[in-house]
């Protein structure tokens, strides 16, 4: 942590939620929001909240829906020097409905929104080169600006000295295209840490089966490969062949995401304090369950006191 803050590149959005289960948004309902949102951003944000030094990179518009995003990130010791406001374009956003069976319907605006039109600025700049630890989100290599953005920031963070982490946060079936998926293949050849969540563990090496995706990834160099299952608990695999298994805490899961992004937060923070492995898991995955018990993707972040208490009061299976 001496090095300098953790900083996190991608798309920081608004979230509303239906309030009732059904199939999407094609007749007036009731809404709750908005809420802050965006992978990176909640990731960023539980990071911060938990006492790890934290800086955001990415952009809001100039209206309230930025406000919202700027207010919690530094309310929770998000540095948003290098966070962008665009005067033309607003706020992304991301209205989510879920269904009956789990799945979720989406209306996003992110593209053609502020969430996605950010670049190198001296502020920017000024940031990386004082970061110790760069956590890329394979979702936000899909915005051009942001890639750009992210391979420079990685060149001079690991050029003096820091360390990087990558969440995959891709479904196997999604395809991307030439450029993004080298680029992705390159991140997680240099990445230190690795955070996928089921399948894609299998997608960040490439080959199938659980014993040969963590033999190729640290073959390629990664030190530790954290696999996240839901409510089903995390195992961190690391290089020297050791496993350690964390069990899920029982809570009944209101909303469900941000889970992934709490945990990989909280387990960046926590390593990057100094915890060992297995305290940092703990933590990870008491981040996880809590947020999923609270409405809205980071509403859930825990301060270190809240997990403490969180941790203390929640079983596990
Ligand atoms: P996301 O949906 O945010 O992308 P993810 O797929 O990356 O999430 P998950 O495995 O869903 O990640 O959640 C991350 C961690 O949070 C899990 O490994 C687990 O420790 C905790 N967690 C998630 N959901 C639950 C739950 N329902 N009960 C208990 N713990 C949970
Ligand atoms: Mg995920």
Known sequence: DALGPTVCVGEILVE???????????????????YPSGAPAIFIDQCGRLGGRAAMIGAVGDDDFGQLNLDRLRADGVDVSAVAVDRQFPTGSAFVRYRASGARDFVYNIATSAASRFGWSDAVEALVRRAGHIHVM???????????VIARAVEIIKARGGTLSVDPNLR??????????????????????????????ERAAGVEG??????????????????????NGATCFSRDGSRLDAAAFVVT???????????????????????????????????????VTVRG?????????????????TPRR
């Open 16 to 34: 509303i939620v239906a309030t009732t289960i059904g199939d999407g948004f094609r007749t007036a309902q009731p809404l709750v929001g908005p």
């Open 297 to 313: 993707p980071m509403e859930g972040a825990g301060t270190r006191a809240e997990l403490d208490a969180f941790i203390a009061a």
């Open 253 to 291: 899961e209101v909303d469900p995401t941000g889970a992934g992004d709490c945990f990989g937060g909280a387990y960046v923070a926590c390593r990057r304090l100094g915890m060992g492995a297995e305290q940092a898991l703990t933590y990870a995955a008491a981040a996880g369950a809590r947020n």
């Open 138 to 148: 394979g979702t936000a290599l899909s915005m051009p600006s942001a890639a750009a």
């Open 172 to 201: 196997k079936e999604l395809q991307l295209d030439v450029g993004v998926e080298r680029q992705f293949a390159e991140l997680v050849a240099k990445a230190d840490l690795l955070l996928p969540s089921g399948d894609e563990l």
């Open 210 to 231: 659980e014993a040969a995706a963590l033999e190729k990834l640290f073959a390629l160099g990664v030190a530790e490969i954290v696999l996240k299952r839901g409510a």
